[in-house]
């Protein structure tokens, strides 16, 4: 059947697949749970690996003006101060002096009242720092304090002359990052979409100043056909939103690339023209030259940059949720028929499990192993022997397993398996010693 994405439950739907299937699921749950905090289980975890793969081999792998680094999530203090989060780096927040309820005003549809019991008895707005502070060294002072990184861009721009010089590369050149952010959150939010501690896909490219809208152009047009044609998002499900005028003060240019959940649009990815701003807060405030010289002009100057910033954790929620499907149809070939089935249509290339190997008997399941072990050498593989066939090729749906490899009786003598679609349910008949072939165009390796 059709997908609604504008359906309100589709959230406690995921939520509750997630929690059961794990995917996702609350952090220090048997403690109650920490507000802004979740942990990947295994599938998750096998879903956001293979989001991060992807981007890393289209951004950085597959590209010879683009490098890879690994910062650390505590820098200098001063890297926040020259980039500004120190003193700027807030949102505006309300108190209900009736119920204690604390709210961004930029999230008020009232700003005069209460969302959370109509009151109009609020405080000031005031600003809060969405930095998380921490201690480095035996002594809990100011002299010790550090900050998690909010953002994995800042290492980015102070790595930046160690990173050309060790990979001799000139300008145009890019460097890319995936990494854990923190922010102090006050009102996270839409499951993972509004987290405290979450991932980022980021890439900074540095340019001259004359080429500069060019290629802030040329990032746009690829970061817009990743999501289409990797992500497989169709043009109904993302959209455009230029910044207009309203710009960062440093800017010249700045998008977003949103997603339709089914809490409305948010955000995805920023793909901004950041100028030379970053690199010359850390020149001043670092006291080295952040400059590049050029030989064919034989000139100094600051690069200037062009920055896509991609959220983990929003993809993987914008996955699910283009994912997540009720579909009724049966055949008769898979058993009883029941209500329904839920199927979650990931691209096969992302798919936390891509085949399932699935004996029809567990007299069968040493020979059925043998395929699996073979499998599993180039393809995220499960092995499942318990329950009926049919209840075996549900739970492969749930979790969004692409293909089922299922290894009967007949196996034995003519040495094929019966390959099953999961979006069709399809079945075909294929030589077991072609099934890694077959696997690998279908998946699209």
Not at 17 to 38: A, D, M, P, V
Not at 95 to 106: G, L, P, Y
Not at 195 to 221: A, G, L, T
Not at 334 to 342: F, H, I, L, S, T
Request: aromatic share 12%; hydrophobic share 35%.
């Amino acid at each position: 059947m059709a997908r609604d994405k504008s359906n309100n439950t589709l959230m406690e739907k995921l939520t509750s697949l997630c929690k059961r299937r794990g995917f996702i699921f609350h952090s220090s749950e048997i403690y109650g749970g920490i507000n802004g905090f979740w942990d990947y289980g295994p599938y998750g975890t096998a879903l956001k690996r293979a989001v991060e793969q992807l981007w890393w081999s289209y951004m950085v792998e597959t590209r010879s003006n683009v490098e890879g680094l690994d910062s650390t999530v505590i820098c200098h203090p001063k890297v926040w101060q020259a980039s500004g989060h120190l003193d700027k780096f807030g949102d505006m927040m309300t108190d209900c002096k009736e119920c204690k309820a604390r709210h961004r005003v930029d999230q008020m549809e009232d700003s005069k009242k209460c969302p959370n019991c109509g009151s109009d008895n609020l405080t000031e707005p005031r600003e809060f720092n969405l930095m998380m502070k921490t201690f480095v060294g035996p002594v809990f002072d100011e002299d010790h304090a550090a900050y998690l990184r909010a953002e994995t861009c800042q290492p980015i721009f102070i790595d930046f002359h160690h990173v050309r010089v060790a990979t001799r590369q000139k300008l145009p050149f890019g460097i890319g990052q995936i990494g854990k952010a923190f922010r102090n959150e006050i009102n996270p939010r839409n499951f993972t979409f509004r987290s405290r501690e979450f991932s980022q896909m980021e890439m900074e490219f540095f340019c001259k100043e004359e080429e500069s809208m060019e290629w802030y152009e040329y990032w746009k047009e690829e970061r817009i056909n990743f999501y289409k044609n990797e992500l497989k998002f169709k043009d109904d499900e993302i959209r455009i939103h230029d910044h207009g005028d309203q710009l960062a003060h440093y800017a010249k240019a700045a998008l977003d690339i949103e997603f339709l959940f089914p809490f409305g649009w948010g955000e995805l990815e920023g793909v901004h023209h950041r100028g030379t701003w970053d690199l010359t807060q850390h020149q001043e405030f670092s006291g080295e030259s952040m400059e590049y010289f050029d030989q064919e002009s034989n000139s100094k100057f600051i690069p200037t940059c062009i920055e896509t910033s991609v959220g983990v954790d929003r993809t993987i929620l914008a996955l699910l949720c283009n994912a997540y499907d009720e579909d009724k149809a049966e055949t008769k070939k898979e058993g009883k028929a029941e209500d329904g089935r839920v199927v979650l249509r990931f691209p096969a290339k992302l798919a936390p499990v891509q085949a399932a190997i699935l004996p029809l008997s567990k007299k069968l399941a040493d020979p059925a192993e043998k395929i699996y072990k073979d499998i599993r050498k180039h393809f995220r593989a499960e092995f499942d022997i318990t329950g009926s066939i049919g209840k075996r090729y549900r739970r492969q749906d749930e979790i969004g397993t692409p293909y089922c490899v299922t290894f009967d009786f007949d196996s034995l003598d003519d040495n094929s398996v019966t390959l099953r679609d999961r979006d069709t349910m399809a079945q075909e008949r294929i030589s077991a010693d072609k099934i890694i072939d077959v696997l690998r165009e279908k998946i699209g390796y």
